[in-house]
């Protein structure tokens, strides 16, 4: 395999108190965010009118702009392919018919000939209903994620940890659309979603590492399994993830406005993927087992009683008795056949 990076001996569990400290934060942050500024839901789900249109000459944007404004309409206004453009506003049911109006008469304010290539009109109770639909598919895919995880890796606790780290990435991108009141479209949930599976696809890379690695070194402690499985795919992770930023820039800068929010969304969501699944995951995995103030050595800690780390070491060593045990049957079946 490529590495990037030499071989290196970083101390992940050693600073897994400011991690846990650092998502506080972020939830702070995240709720004023929400309680101040809110998020800006685009017609998909709050109803609206959307007119697509395709000029038969250039025309400026900007010239479009101050044509939508000058009739008092509060449209957005998106380019997409050679002087086409989509005008969408929020508006209710009744109101539709006056929000094409107003967008049709400062079109024809412009003088250049056009062509309406699509009229999309969105009701409230269809706006809500995809809200509430978009809202269970993110939770759903969490409640997949811990059961698919669980069932891997015969430790429920894993997949929780796992998709507690998910909320952490889903979270920072609400809470960066909310700060920058981009519009959140049907195209932005698709974007959440494919950050939901690109963030479990590094936390299962380490997770079979640290299977892998118990086999290999039955005698180390927990903590060092953690530190020395995430060392040895750190090299993997950051080539992964540096691939599919560059392509995320390119989608950035020069995909155009149509999906210009998907490329943000994603950015944000591969950068927070990364750290989280470092920085969120497996210290929760340690911390579940043995407590917030071990140091990750294995060496009794001054706030846990002794009988609670002997409990959870011996667990530990009974998991990896219980995985060799396991590799013992298969072998002991193939010869068998």
């Not at 024809?108 to 809200?131: E, H, I, K, R, W």
């Not at 940890?161 to 909320?167: D, I, Q």
């Not at 599919?244 to 993927?273: P, Q, R, T």
């Not at 920085?279 to 140091?295: E, F, Q, R």
Request: proline share 2%; aromatic share 10%; hydrophobic share 45%.
């Amino acid at each position: 395999m490529i590495s990037l990076l030499p071989k290196t001996h970083i101390d992940f569990l050693k600073y897994r108190k400011v991690y846990f400290a650092l998502f506080a934060l972020l939830l702070v942050v995240g709720a004023v965010c929400f309680f101040t500024k809110g998020l800006n839901l685009g017609i998909d789900f709050t109803g609206g009118t959307m007119v697509q249109v395709q000029f038969h000459s250039p025309v400026d944007m900007a010239k479009i702009r101050e044509a939508l404004n000058a009739t008092g309409t509060t449209s957005e206004l998106q380019s997409f392919g050679d002087n086409s453009y989509a005008i969408s506003e929020k508006s209710t049911s009744d109101q539709v018919g006056v929000v094409q109006q107003r967008i049709t008469h400062a079109l024809d304010s412009l003088n250049v000939p056009y062509t309406v290539l699509q009229t999309n009109s969105v009701g409230p109770a269809v706006g809500s209903d995809m809200t509430e639909r978009a809202g269970w598919s993110i939770v759903l895919s969490m409640v997949f994620i811990i059961i698919y995880v669980a069932f891997r890796f015969s430790n429920i606790t894993w997949g929780i940890s796992g998709v507690v780290a998910l909320f952490h990435d889903l979270f920072l991108m609400a809470v960066a659309f909310s700060i920058t009141q981009r519009e959140i479209d049907l195209v932005v949930v698709a974007a959440f979603l494919t950050v939901a599976g690109f963030t479990i696809n590094d936390t299962i890379v380490i997770f079979d590492r640290m299977r892998e690695n118990a086999r290999l070194h039955p005698k180390i402690s927990f903590g060092e399994l953690i530190n020395l499985s995430i060392n040895e795919t750190l090299s993997r992770t950051i080539i992964t993830t540096l691939t599919v930023l560059f392509a995320l820039v390119i989608l950035y800068f020069f995909g155009g406005e149509v999906i210009n929010s998907f490329a943000f969304a994603m950015l944000i969501g591969c950068i927070s993927g990364v750290y989280s699944t470092i920085a969120l995951t497996t210290p929760l995995v340690y911390t579940w087992s043995h407590g917030i103030y071990h140091d990750g050595s294995e060496k009794q800690a001054e706030h846990p009683s002794g009988n609670q780390a002997e409990q959870s070491v011996a667990a530990y060593h009974a998991a990896k008795r219980m995985i060799r045990n396991s590799d013992g049957n298969r072998r002991k079946h193939r010869k068998h056949r």
